[in-house]
Structures are given as C-alpha cells and as structure tokens.
C-alpha cells in the first residue's frame, strides 16, 4: 500500500464555503502531497491559480449532486471545467434512470459527458446509498460499457447516507477492475481505519474532507 495522503482528494464542496476555506484546502493539499483537490467548477480557476507548480490535481463534480441534468448540459459543464484547469471530472449518474432500469440513457449519458473530457479522467458518482447491491453492480457494469476511467461511490449529500462501505466498493471493483478501471470510495471516509478498509476492498482513490485526520491517524 502506498502512503495514504496520495489516495486523497482533499475535498471541499460545502455550499457555504468561504474563499478562505478554499485557500486553505490548497495550502493544506501542497503541505500533505495529496494526491488532489475536489471543488465545484466555480472554483476551479482558484485552484489553478493557487495550485500552480504542484501537482496536486484538480477535480472538480458535474450535474451534482442529483445527477438529473440533460446530459449536454452536463457535458457543457465538463468541457468548461477543463477549460479553467480541472485535471478531472466527477459526475453523477442519474440514480432515477437506474431505478427504471433505463440502461441505455445511462451508458449515454456517461458517453456524452466522457466525450467531452476528451483525454481527462472521468468517473461516474454512483451514489451507492441509493442503490441495491445488485444495482451498484449493475451500473459498474454500464460505466465499464459507456467507458468510464473510475467509478465513484457517493455524493456525500444524500441524508442519512452512509457513503463509501467497503462492501459496496468491493462490488464496484470487482466489476470494473478487470476492464483496467478504479474506484473511487467517497462520502463516510473520516478516519485511517475507515481510509485502510475501503483501500483492501479496492479503493485507489478517496474523497474526504477529512484528509488530515487520515494521514495523521
């Protein structure tokens, strides 16, 4: 297992976060080596400007957090993200299409946007608190078809959700692993313990605000 600060993505995605606060998610990621930043695409540009020379990455979410809007909208999105200097896009899979078992719209929707991100990374946002096993493995399956590079657990803004079990992203590997995919286990990751437990069920990548506290154990 490498050193846990280069799974992290110190994220910051609050909707009432101050310019300070961001400043001090950069400062912080320089000073850890984490392996990036997650803002919202209005603060993408900041994190260019304050991450330069780094390299620490910038993500940035897409149609979040619900997942609903058309996917040219969200495409859009993603095209001028990476225009401002966003290194990768996370974008959330529309849980209602799931539901309906609309399986087309979905691999669709993930092409639309992965088009758009050209040679950047792209990973679909599950948002596994609101699906059965069966479903999170079945929409691994459709990122794998629509060609993803990384399937993601949660939002983190789903209420009472539980985020990243390591169950759920044990499934999520399982499934997309052997395609040369990843996972990404947000959402719940708050300690080394939680960090080390997604990581053995296959996590190569967590979304945390929580960084710090991880790293320091």
Do not use: W
């Not at 209005?42 to 940035?60: F, H, P």
């Not at 929707?109 to 758009?116: E, I, L, Q, R």
């Not at 995919?181 to 960090?195: F, H, L, Q």
């Not at 990581?199 to 960084?211: F, H, L, N, Q, V």
Request: charged share 30%; with cysteine.
């Amino acid at each position: 297992m490498q050193e846990l600060n280069r799974y992290v993505e110190h994220t910051l995605l609050k909707q009432d976060a101050t310019k300070e606060e961001f400043i001090k998610l950069f400062n912080e990621a320089k000073e850890y080596k984490f392996l990036g930043v997650c803002v919202n695409p209005a603060y993408v540009k900041l994190a260019k400007e304050n991450l330069a020379g780094s390299d620490v990455r910038i993500v940035t979410v897409v149609g979040f957090p619900l997942g609903a809007s058309n996917s040219e909208v969200t495409a859009f999105e993603a095209k001028k993200a990476i225009e401002d200097g966003a290194d990768e896009v996370d974008m959330v899979m529309n849980v209602s299409a799931m539901k309906n078992k609309d399986y087309d719209y979905i691999v669709n929707d993930v092409k639309t946007v992965k088009a758009a991100c050209g040679s950047h990374l792209l990973k679909v946002i599950l948002e596994t608190d609101l699906l059965t096993q069966d479903e999170i493995k079945k929409a691994s399956e459709l990122c794998v078809e629509a060609k993803a590079d990384l399937v993601k657990t949660s939002t983190g803004f789903v209420k009472g959700g539980v985020g990243a079990k390591p169950e759920d992203v044990k499934i999520m590997h399982d499934v997309v692993a052997p395609h040369g995919m990843e996972v990404k286990a947000s959402g719940g990751v708050r300690s080394k313990e939680d960090a080390i437990k997604v990581i053995e069920s296959g996590a190569t990548r967590i979304g945390t605000s929580s960084g710090i506290k991880i790293v320091q154990g």
